[in-house]
């Protein structure tokens, strides 16, 4: 069973997935399409820039033996289309860190999106 945080950032994860053609980056991207759309919402609610954020998962994927040359074109254009998204990380993480319940958090975050 997931825990209760494994949910949230699965809904967030989740709602960024409906906003383009998931199923084309599945078909494109020789890993874990869901890991990748997490990674790049957590890392902009972080504040990594994009060049950083495309620098990793170049490395991350040449290192397995792939290359992916539209990946700083993706990155760049979900800064804004996953504006909502990197909020909603942004607040789930700064309530987890606050000491808000778990279930508190889910249940916020499930409003918001």
Avoid: C
């Amino acid at each position: 069973m997931k825990s209760t945080e494994e949910i949230i950032w699965n809904i967030i994860t989740d709602s960024a997935k409906k906003k383009f053609d998931f199923g084309s980056l599945e078909d494109e991207y020789p890993l874990d399409a869901d890991m990748l759309i997490f990674t790049i919402i957590t890392e902009f609610a972080v504040g990594t820039p994009d060049n950083v954020i495309i620098a990793k998962l170049t490395s991350e994927l040449l290192l397995l033996g792939y290359q992916w040359k539209e990946v700083d074109e993706f990155v760049r254009e979900k800064r804004q289309l996953f504006n909502l998204e990197i909020y909603l990380t942004q607040l789930a993480g700064d309530m987890l860190q606050d000491g808000i319940e778990p279930e508190a958090v889910l249940h916020s975050i499930s409003q918001l999106v």
